[in-house]
């Protein structure tokens, strides 16, 4: 491979992926020749870098390696020309190793393998077994007849990062990247948030044609007219001159991370098309919607769960909490009430108020204006900037709401009399209900002289010959334990919630 490598009409979009810290964010350090530290030294975001390298310009997309990060690599992969798997020699194939390489072989995206760590110890020894155990998802080097580069590398010593380079430019020569001058500038929304004095920020990559202030940008239904343009370095500048990762201030509310954009001629048009497409969004969701059972709907306040209000920097944020609360935590406690981009404000205070609602905010600062409230109100609010930090309350609070719930006690009776069905097959406790209430089908435990002497569930439950569903404290019934028999007088059953 010679200098003169040329760098393609589009530049090249990387997605360099990998199992959390495999060093994906170390590589990028080593490439643009700058140290960017992480909170925690963990990606949480996607971070976006245009490098100017000898062999031509390349668009970096640097991704979160943590399981609740799925969605945003996901988008990443949806972006990328070529993705760099980042495999650390230490560590070798992890979950989330296995799942890029799927995910690369469905969306059909080229994949370079770069070895890490190849300072440690027996590293000769550590990448043959990363290579035979790769195999197996139909991965091979370049050496073994196979499609893939293996490229080692130490972002540590600094060690085989040219020859990555290098390999990025020979692989994207493969690629058409050529740009379509009849078609109009379009690209994909990275990322968008709201900075305060600023207004909302979006992080965009143009894939096809440039930009310029003044240009009508178009996201789905929503739009705006660009104002401002900042390049890679924060450097405010009037327009792009070839396709490139660039911020801008335009949008009138935010876009959707991950959609395509347009540019479009002129506001009127913009607007018609925003319009229709927006009735068609709120049509699908109104569809949804009815389609959800009405009590979820009306049950936003629910006593028995924990009430969560979500504030966050950014709608990819908002996302993987949400899948968190949701997916990551087996139990089923969590309710939250909504979840939205910004400060916390005062309708939130009230509204966690009402409903003794936590707020979760991720990356977010508190307005002096609103302080007092928070103690008028004796507001609870849990602030983060790291996801490992949120992963660990949510478990430790979800472990001890459960237990609280489980050891509440739902219905308590007393058995005064014993009694048999008619053909001897079925023993029948006669209860006296003496708190809250008993239902067919709950789960009971049943007690003499304080020791548990069975854990089981209601078969049946009757009022003299009539069979009912629930009995309710004060009244007495006859319960049919299922298969349990050794019943006293005097046993006590509980209900409890489970």
């Known amino acids: 491979?010679?200098?003169?490598?040329?760098?393609?009409?589009?530049?090249?979009?990387?997605?360099?992926?990998?199992?959390?810290?495999?060093?994906?964010?170390?590589?990028?350090?080593?490439?643009?020749?700058?140290?960017?530290?992480?909170?925690?030294?963990?990606?949480?975001k996607i971070n976006i870098y245009f490098i100017k390298t000898k062999y031509g310009n390349v668009t970096f997309l640097d991704t979160p390696g943590h399981e609740v990060f799925f969605d945003m690599r996901k988008r990443g992969i949806n972006i990328t020309d070529i993705i760099i798997l980042v495999i650390a020699i230490d560590d070798g194939i992890m979950p989330q190793t296995i799942e890029i390489?799927?995910?690369?072989?469905?969306?059909?995206?080229?994949?370079?393998?770069?070895?890490?760590?190849?300072?440690?110890?027996?590293?000769?020894?550590?990448?043959?077994?990363?290579?035979?155990?790769?195999?197996?998802?139909?991965?091979?080097?370049?050496?073994?007849?196979?499609?893939?580069?293996?490229?080692?590398?130490?972002?540590?010593?600094?060690?085989?990062?040219?020859?990555?380079?290098?390999?990025i430019f020979l692989?994207?020569?493969?690629?058409?990247?050529n740009i379509k001058k009849k078609k109009p500038t379009y690209g994909i929304i990275i990322e968008s948030y709201i900075k305060n004095k600023l207004g909302i920020i979006t992080n965009i990559i143009i894939k096809n044609g440039t930009i310029k202030i003044g240009d009508i940008i178009l996201s789905g239904y929503k739009y705006g007219k660009i104002k401002t343009i900042f390049d890679n370095n924060n450097n405010k500048i009037k327009k792009t001159k070839i396709p490139m990762p660039v911020k801008i201030l335009g949008f009138s509310s935010l876009p959707k991370?991950?959609?395509?954009?347009?540019?479009?001629?002129?506001?009127?048009?913009?607007?018609?098309?925003?319009?229709?497409?927006?009735?068609?969004?709120?049509?699908?969701?109104n569809e949804k919607e009815n389609k959800k059972n009405i009590k979820i709907n009306f049950s936003k306040f629910n006593s028995k769960k924990i009430n969560l209000i979500i504030k966050c920097d950014t709608y990819s944020n908002i996302q993987v909490i949400k899948k968190l609360i949701n997916n990551y935590i087996k139990?089923?406690?969590?309710?939250?009430?909504?979840?939205?981009?910004?400060?916390?404000?005062?309708?939130?205070?009230?509204?966690?108020?009402?409903?003794?609602?936590?707020?979760?905010?991720?990356?977010?600062?508190?307005?002096?204006?609103i302080k007092k409230n928070i103690k008028k109100f004796n507001i609870k609010i849990k602030f983060y900037n790291l996801i490992y930090k949120l992963i660990k309350d949510i478990k430790k609070i979800s472990k001890k709401f459960k237990k609280n719930i489980l050891n509440k006690i739902k219905g308590r009776a007393i058995i005064k009399n014993i009694f048999k069905s008619k053909n001897n097959s079925n023993t029948i406790a006669g209860c006296l209900i003496i708190k809250g209430t008993i239902k067919k089908n709950d789960f009971l435990i049943i007690k003499r002289k304080n020791k548990?002497?069975?854990?089981?569930?209601?078969?049946?439950?009757?009022?003299?010959?009539?069979?009912?569903?629930?009995?309710?404290?004060?009244?007495?019934?006859?319960?049919n334990i299922k298969n349990f028999y050794n019943i006293?007088?005097?046993?006590?059953?509980?209900v409890k919630n489970i």
């Open 257 to 285: 991370s991950g959609k395509k954009f347009l540019i479009i001629k002129n506001k009127k048009i913009a607007k018609k098309i925003a319009q229709k497409k927006k009735k068609i969004h709120i049509k699908k969701k």
């Open 331 to 369: 139990n089923n406690i969590y309710n939250i009430i909504y979840a939205k981009i910004g400060n916390i404000n005062n309708t939130d205070l009230l509204i966690a108020n009402n409903s003794k609602a936590t707020i979760i905010a991720f990356n977010i600062k508190l307005e002096n204006n």
């Open 452 to 479: 548990i002497i069975h854990r089981g569930k209601i078969k049946s439950i009757k009022i003299f010959k009539n069979k009912v569903n629930i009995v309710k404290k004060g009244n007495k019934c006859g319960i």
């Open 101 to 167: 390489i799927k995910y690369s072989q469905k969306y059909k995206v080229p994949l370079i393998i770069a070895i890490n760590k190849i300072d440690k110890k027996n590293y000769l020894q550590n990448i043959k077994i990363i290579k035979k155990k790769i195999s197996i998802y139909n991965i091979y080097p370049k050496e073994w007849g196979g499609n893939n580069y293996f490229i080692e590398i130490s972002t540590k010593n600094n060690t085989g990062i040219n020859n990555l380079i290098k390999t």
């Open 171 to 177: 692989e994207s020569k493969k690629i058409k990247l």
């Open 1 to 44: 491979m010679n200098h003169k490598i040329q760098n393609s009409k589009r530049t090249p979009i990387i997605t360099i992926m990998g199992h959390v810290n495999h060093g994906k964010t170390s590589l990028i350090n080593c490439i643009n020749k700058k140290k960017k530290k992480e909170k925690g030294n963990i990606t949480q």
């Open 488 to 494: 006293k007088i005097g046993d006590i059953i509980e």
